[in-house]
């Protein structure tokens, strides 16, 4: 059993090392024009290429390592309803999901219990996704801009560090709903 764990791990990675090369050399080729410039650029021209290729790289690799070590629950075909323990066919869906590292996008199990009429994603659960598009490593970055300066000055600086923009009205609508998530409720402050 134990020889059949690691077949599969190093199948697993081996699939995801050639994801990653082939990935990496897709985005070394947007580099070409620097070397192809009659004059070299400056340091500055070549952060901006490596910004603009970063995200792209970095958020396919994410999604391939989340492909990759979730493998078997997305080969899986029925899960056990949370709600009722009833066996649901699968079906695979797609999210787009954004994190530091860029956008990804997740193809995933999804399961519809006809009996409890509740879904459940499986995988999302695994990886403890945020219910949000942007993951709760950007909404931690994000409120960490918010507790220190005003919204929009907060959205600009966000997009500058991360290369991920949250307008200042989507930051308020996300603090507004952490600051509900972290009041007491109405009762228990004894008054």
Do not use: W
């Amino acid at each position: 059993m134990n020889a059949v764990l690691k077949l599969d791990i190093q199948d697993s990675f081996e699939v995801f090392q050639s994801m990653a090369h082939k990935q990496l050399d897709e985005s070394l080729e947007k580099l070409r024009p620097l070397f192809e410039q009659d004059k070299p650029p400056t340091l500055l021209e070549i952060s901006s290429a490596l910004q603009e290729i970063k995200h792209e790289l970095s958020g396919a690799l994410l999604q391939e390592a989340a492909h990759s070590l979730n493998q078997q629950q997305r080969d899986q075909e029925f899960f056990p309803c949370p709600h009722c323990g009833r066996l649901v066919k699968k079906r695979d869906a797609s999210r787009k999901i954004e994190t530091r590292h860029g956008e990804s996008l997740l193809t995933r199990p999804y399961c519809y219990c006809r009996h409890c009429k509740e879904s459940f994603c499986p995988m999302d659960e695994a990886l403890e996704l945020s219910p949000r598009k942007k993951q709760f490593d950007l909404q931690k970055l994000a409120l960490k801009f918010l507790a220190k300066m005003p919204f929009e000055e907060a959205a600009q600086l966000f997009y500058e560090s991360t290369g991920m923009s949250f307008s200042d009205h989507s930051l308020h609508d996300f603090f507004s709903s952490f600051a509900e998530d972290m009041s007491p409720a109405k009762g228990e402050l004894g008054t």
